[in-house]
Every structure is written in C-alpha cells, then in structure tokens.
C-alpha cells in the first residue's frame, strides 16, 4: 500500500461523507483506487454517521470506533497511526474537511523528492469568509448546503476553490510555510518516530496539537518540507469548539497556555522556504486573491 489517510470525526453526520466522497478514487486523480486507503476513526459520536453513504463511496472504508473516545481527538489520531499500512500516511484531523482532486496523488508525487519528507498543503474554509466571523453574517450549515449545491464540486472538485476562503496564517502565498496545515503527510517510520500527536494535548478538539505535531516535524534538520501547490483542504461548517469567533475567544487561551506548558514557547518557523510541488489552476490562485479584494457578492 502506498498511502493511508487518517480520517478523524466527532459527530459529523452531515459533513463526513461529503469528505469520503472528496477523497474516494471516483473523485481523486491521478491515484489508483489500490494504491491507498482511507481509515475513519469515529472518536465517540453520539450521534452516528452514515457508514453505507460512506461506503457508497469508498467500498473497502476502514472504520474504527474509540471505546474509550475523550473530548481530544489525539488518541483517535494515534489509533489511526496504529492501523495504518501505508508506506505514506496522511492525517485529516479533522473529518468535515474535504479534499481538493490532486491532493493524494500530489502528496505522493512530493514523497518521492526525498527520505524524509514532510508534506502539508493549504487550508480553506467553505463561505464568503473565514467561518470565525461569517457566522456572525449568518453563515451556518444551510447557507453552507445551498452554496456547495451550485457550485458544482461533484463533477470538478476544483470548483470548491470557487466557493472558499484562504485562511492559512502566517502563509501570504502558495510559496510561504503556513503555521498549520490540515492535511499532514509523513512516512509511517516517520510519524513512529515523531510519536504521532502529543497525547499531552488533552483539550477539546486537541487544542494546539496539530500545529504541534506539524511545526515538530518542520524544524527537524533532517526533513525536507513541501507544501502542495494548488491543493488543499475545505473546512465545513460544523459547531466545532472554535468555528464561532465567541468560541474562539473563549477557548484561545487554555489552548495557549496548554500548548506553552507542554513546549515552553511557540515553534519557529523552518529556516527555510519550504519546496512547492504541484500545479496552479486559476481558480486557486483566484481563491487566494479574493482575501484582499473580495467580489461584492461574498461581502455580507
């Protein structure tokens, strides 16, 4: 097998199985339906997703349910680790992002560029804006639905370009090291040896620890990182612990102080630029433009 994706959800009936239909070999290209698989750990749902319309879509979908899920999803992470067969193996912590078309076979493509790579790409969020502050506009599960069914991301799924907004911080471009990234490719020696997600990370939703586990595997002298030009993942809307900007500042700063503990201060970026690899389309680099200058239609 030459890649796992580590799919982490908490109660995401309505979003997950848009994410399982973005990473099945129907709309994924460049990558044989054989050379990856798509592990789902379910980290205590109370409300169950619909495993059949997962399946509809990838028919050999790994499904894993925590016996004993807490409020982090960083065991959940780890048991996804664990199962993984991949010589490659991505995690989406985060199971309502979807996944642009080339983000798999882009990923491989950048595995081959060295020993020990370490792969991200850009985050997006669905909406006229970063989904903090949308949702004082009136941005919510409904308004999200009626955009994702005109924008036509079942037939192209470059077309969610179309309908998103460019949130990577601390990355002003395609070519820039962003401080988090929602899509983390290793190779599985690598993740073993990194030690997966810090289990210190014990918040709801894991607090810091993605960007934990990505800028320890960035400022690793041995690695080389590369981010995937033009790829990236679309987050849903879903009442996440920080998808309201209220939520955001209430949980900001345990998050903080949770991560200082464990680190003593905040990682510093990699020396330098991280390699890019990957092809551009408009529609990505018009997702990125629209931050300054968005069309009058996405204001609100």
């Known amino acids: 097998m030459k890649l ?17 239909r973005s990473l099945s070999p129907h709309m994924q290209r460049g990558i044989a339906a054989s050379d990856y698989e798509v592990i789902v750990v379910d980290n205590g749902s109370t409300l169950p997703f619909p495993a059949e319309e997962c399946r509809r879509w990838i028919p050999d979908l790994r499904i894993e349910l925590m016996a004993a899920a807490t409020p982090s999803p ?5 048991r996804g680790l664990e199962l993984a067969t991949g010589e490659l193996v991505g995690v989406i ?4 992002r ?9 990923a491989l493509l950048a595995a081959r560029l060295h020993d020990r790579p370490v792969i991200g790409s850009m985050t997006f969020h669905l909406g006229w804006s970063d989904q903090m502050t949308g949702s004082r506009s009136g941005y919510d599960a409904a308004a999200e639905d009626a955009l994702l069914a005109s924008s036509g991301w079942e037939e192209d799924g470059y077309n969610l370009f179309r309908i998103a907004t460019w949130i990577s911080m601390r990355a ?9 990234t929602n899509a983390i490719f290793l190779r599985r020696d690598h993740w073993r040896a990194l030690g997966g997600f810090d289990s210190g990370f014990v918040s709801p939703g894991g607090g810091l620890a993605n960007m934990d586990a990505w800028g320890r595997a960035c400022i690793d002298p041995g690695v080389c990182v590369i981010m995937l030009l033009g790829e990236g993942t679309f987050h849903q809307v879903h009442g996440g612990v920080t998808s309201s900007e209220a939520g955001f500042l209430e949980w900001w700063p345990i998050f903080r102080d949770e991560y200082l503990r464990l680190r003593g201060r905040f990682l510093p970026a990699p020396g330098l630029p ?3 690899v990957g092809r551009l389309s408009r529609g990505a680099q018009e997702c990125l433009e629209r931050r ?9």
């Open 292 to 300: 300054a200058n968005p069309p009058h239609q996405w204001r609100r």
């Open 274 to 276: 991280p390699i890019v």
């Open 4 to 20: 796992s994706i580590v799919v982490v959800s908490y109660n995401m009936a309505r979003e997950l199985p848009r994410t399982i």
């Open 93 to 96: 912590v985060d199971g309502a």
């Open 74 to 78: 960083v065991p959940a992470v780890n």
């Open 172 to 180: 002003r471009s395609w070519f820039d090291w962003p401080v988090e």
């Open 98 to 106: 979807m996944a642009s078309p080339g983000l798999l076979a882009t």
